[in-house]
């Protein structure tokens, strides 16, 4: 995968949670997909893809982010019950 590189200032006092630049990138672009997703801009799936995560995981950091995942499309409404059956086997072992 490509990469570009843009510079970005925090304040100060950001740096008292304690950080490393590898988990502020990490942050920042789990932020920014989020916000495509919650906006409509990309699809669940897409967003696992642009984080480089399952579905079933993106789907596990949309509970875990407080974000609601509610508009299905009949297509992702499929997908969907196919996740909760991945997570129902995950779970069981």
Same mark, same amino acid.
């Given at each position: 995968?490509?990469?570009?590189?843009?510079?970005?200032?925090?304040?100060?006092?950001?740096?008292?949670?304690?950080?490393?630049?590898?988990?502020?990138?990490?942050?920042?672009?789990?932020?920014?997909?989020? %916000?495509?997703?919650?906006?409509?801009?990309?699809? #669940?799936? $897409? /967003?696992? !893809?642009?984080?480089?995560?399952?579905?079933?995981?993106?789907?596990?950091?949309?509970?875990?982010?407080?974000?609601?995942?509610?508009?299905?499309? %009949?297509?992702?409404?499929?997908?969907?019950?196919? #996740?909760? $059956? /991945?997570? !129902?086997?995950?779970?069981?072992?």
């Amino acid at each position: 995968m490509s990469e570009s590189s843009y510079e970005v200032r925090l304040p100060n006092s950001l740096s008292q949670y304690g950080f490393s630049q590898k988990e502020i990138q990490q942050r920042f672009v789990e932020w920014l997909v989020l %916000s495509l997703f919650t906006e409509g801009r990309v699809s #669940s799936g $897409k /967003a696992a !893809k642009l984080l480089n995560v399952s579905r079933v995981d993106f789907l596990d950091l949309l509970r875990l982010r407080g974000v609601a995942y509610i508009n299905y499309t %009949s297509d992702e409404l499929a997908e969907e019950f196919k #996740s909760i $059956k /991945a997570l !129902k086997i995950k779970k069981a072992r």
